[in-house]
């Protein structure tokens, strides 16, 4: 995850085409996976405000809140 971080920060995207979100959207699902909803709960959190998918989001805090 770090790598893809570092790529992440480091690209271009002038015209805002890239989810800003996606990147802590999917470091959550890989901590519900790695059974930390704590921490995939606060990661979701956070890419809230600033995804361009928000209802992805929620669905996956809902999962987690139901089924974790």
Same mark, same amino acid.
């Given at each position: ?6 790529? #992440?920060?480091?690209?271009?995207? %002038?015209?805002? *085409?890239? +989810? %800003?979100?996606?990147?802590?959207? /999917?470091?959550?699902? *890989?901590?519900? +996976?790695? &059974? ?6 606060? !990661? !979701?959190?956070?890419?809230? %405000? =600033? $995804? #361009? $998918?928000?209802? &992805?989001? /929620? *669905? ?5 809140? =139901? =089924?974790?």
């Amino acid at each position: 995850m770090e790598e893809a971080k570092l790529l #992440h920060q480091a690209g271009a995207d %002038p015209w805002n *085409l890239l +989810d %800003p979100g996606r990147l802590l959207d /999917l470091e959550a699902s *890989l901590c519900r +996976d790695e &059974r930390q909803p704590e921490k995939a709960l606060t !990661l !979701l959190d956070e890419a809230f %405000p =600033v $995804s #361009h $998918s928000q209802g &992805r989001i /929620l *669905l996956k805090k809902g999962y987690i809140l =139901v =089924v974790m």
